[in-house]
């Protein structure tokens, strides 16, 4: 593992808590994640503290009220796999289930804490919790109030949006970037936290996990070889997070996060009910296609209605518009608005290293 200079590595860590990271924590013998958007690195009593805000029902809230403990996962390179899994961590409570395994994510466990460092997210940030906060409902301003607490979504619900947030401050004592070698030694496993130290094996054994590895990679390039024919054609159709939200707004998702706050009376009257992307590849044209469906909430028919996205630039400028509407949409029925995003703009090398886009506009 590589020790970081924290400072050094701001922009990548807020650029990617803006699109959502991980916080993971362990209690026991319980380990979990969950998805955040919200979180601040900051100085305080000449400290350097990774601050994060969880809701009072979240599973999490329970293992750091425990633990007092917790680590940071960034990812460097946001695979389609990547984005799965932070989408999935990020839908569904891990108090019944193991989430990082059903992801099949490899962990080590924390230098200085036992909150695990996460293979595919690399950057890790372990805190320790000298101080925590209730927030302080009456000085929260009423819009957002109404935008980030309007009280429909009961607290059991990954998607909760009733509960106000405690305010966690982890003192951040280690930083680093994992790397390869870090699990030579334990090999990949799978949503189980493994000490690094407890892993070693003796050179005999290494050597003989190194020539089993070259064998299984002979096997498998011939048998590769033998499979693979030219191909002139080829489409790939790859899920890369899908996310189902049931409240008024999207308010934890960071790409509805301005439009919730800019434009939020529209959300009176349509829910945003899910957000899904993939990829499409045909003759070389890659496409990112995303799907946002809305539900008309009320009781009459919303005519024209339209929904508009922003595609942005690395840095995070606008480069065009993309929007889909509908003549009609019935009461208390769904709509799947379809916006694909091209790589013809010259936008980040091509889709599959992903575009940025925000929702800009839902109008009728
Ligand atoms: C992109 C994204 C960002 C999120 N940010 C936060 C956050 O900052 N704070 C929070 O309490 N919940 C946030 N959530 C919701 C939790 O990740 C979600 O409720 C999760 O299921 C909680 O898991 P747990 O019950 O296992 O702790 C976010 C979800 C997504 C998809």
């Known amino acids: 593992m590589k020790q970081i200079d924290i400072i050094e590595y701001l922009p990548t860590i807020i650029e990617e808590l803006k699109k959502g990271i991980l916080v993971n924590t362990k209690n026991?013998?319980?380990?979990?994640?969950?998805?955040?958007?919200?979180?601040?690195?900051?100085?305080?009593?000449?400290?350097?503290?990774?601050?994060?805000y969880i809701r009072h029902?979240?599973?999490?809230?329970?293992?750091?009220?425990?633990?007092?403990?917790?680590?940071?996962?960034v990812p460097l390179e946001r695979t389609p796999e990547v984005a799965k899994a932070i989408g999935y961590i990020g839908s569904r409570s891990g108090r019944e289930i193991d989430k990082l395994s059903d992801m099949n994510l490899s962990l080590l466990e924390g230098k200085e804490v036992k909150s695990p460092a996460i293979k595919e997210l690399p950057l890790t940030l372990e805190c320790k919790v000298i101080y925590s906060q209730e927030?302080?409902?009456d000085n929260i301003p009423q819009e957002i109030k109404d935008s980030c607490y309007p009280q429909d979504v009961p607290s059991d619900n990954?998607?909760?949006?009733?509960?106000?947030?405690?305010?966690?401050?982890?003192?951040?004592?280690?930083?680093?970037?994992?790397?390869e070698s870090d699990f030579a030694e334990v090999g990949v496993n799978n949503g189980t936290v493994v000490n690094a130290e407890s892993g070693n094996k003796s050179p005999k054994a290494l050597w003989?996990?190194?020539l089993s590895i070259l064998l299984l990679l002979g096997i498998g390039s011939f048998v590769y070889n033998k499979m693979?024919?030219?191909?002139?054609?080829?489409?790939?159709?790859?899920?890369?997070?899908?996310?189902?939200?049931?409240?008024?707004?999207?308010?934890?998702d960071s790409r509805v996060q301005n439009f919730v706050n800019k434009n939020p009376?529209?959300?009176n009257r349509v829910a945003i009910t899910e957000i899904r992307e993939s990829f499409s590849e045909n003759n070389s044209v890659k496409t990112k296609n995303v799907a946002i469906t809305l539900r008309n909430k009320t009781d009459k028919p919303i005519n024209d209605l339209e929904v508009v996205i922003n595609v942005l630039?690395?840095?995070?400028?606008?480069?065009?518009d993309v929007d889909d509407e509908v003549k009609t949409l019935a009461p208390q029925t769904d709509y799947t608005f379809n916006l694909p995003i091209k790589n013809d703009k010259g936008v980040n090398n091509g889709v599959n290293e992903g575009v940025n886009w925000e929702l800009s506009e839902i109008k009728d």
């Open 228 to 252: 693979n024919k030219p191909q002139t054609y080829r489409t790939i159709v790859r899920e890369e997070m899908s996310s189902v939200y049931s409240s008024t707004g999207l308010v934890n």
């Open 265 to 267: 009376e529209i959300l």
């Open 28 to 52: 026991g013998d319980k380990t979990n994640s969950m998805t955040i958007a919200w979180g601040q690195i900051g100085i305080e009593w000449g400290k350097m503290f990774f601050t994060t």
């Open 135 to 137: 927030q302080n409902i």
């Open 208 to 210: 003989i996990t190194l």
């Open 313 to 320: 630039d690395k840095k995070g400028n606008v480069i065009e």
């Open 57 to 73: 029902g979240r599973f999490t809230h329970e293992q750091i009220e425990a633990t007092k403990e917790f680590t940071v996962s």
């Open 158 to 179: 990954p998607m909760a949006n009733k509960d106000y947030h405690t305010v966690y401050y982890g003192e951040i004592v280690n930083a680093y970037i994992l790397e």
